[in-house]
């Protein structure tokens, strides 16, 4: 059973940096995808990053330049480095993958419906 658990995030201001992670167990196949997710009030969840376990990442245009995902495979973990904050950053955060990779479309476009497994969510709040 694949299993994900957040930490990170909290309340910063403008310009900082925040680092989230994303503990996983249970993902022993050879091929996956993993992405970062976040969610403002009453919207859908929109991607931000991707990575594939080839190593491969993407990113959603709107975020390219300040948010950079990566892992740890030796600890199994996922992170996402978010540079230069803005208050439009705050939201809802989530980790995600699957052992397929139909949630990841080239340009930086991602799908939550491929994704079966979630972290809890951790919440990003920028003040100005």
């Known amino acids: 059973q694949v299993q994900l658990v957040q930490s990170g995030g909290g309340s910063v201001q403008s310009g900082e940096s925040l680092r989230l992670s994303c503990a996983y167990s249970g993902l022993t196949d050879s091929s996956y995808c993993m992405a970062w997710f976040r969610q403002y009030p009453e919207k859908t969840r929109e991607g931000v990053a991707g990575?594939?376990?080839?190593?491969?990442?993407t990113y959603a245009e709107s975020v390219k330049g300040r948010f950079t995902i990566s892992q740890d495979k030796a600890k199994n973990m996922l992170f996402l480095q978010i540079d230069s904050l803005k208050p439009e950053d705050t939201a809802m955060y989530y980790c995600a993958a699957d052992r397929g990779c139909g949630g990841i479309a080239p340009g930086g476009y991602y799908s939550e419906y491929f994704f079966a497994y979630w972290g809890q969510g951790t919440q990003v709040t920028v003040s100005s």
């Open positions: 990575l594939k376990s080839d190593g491969s990442t």
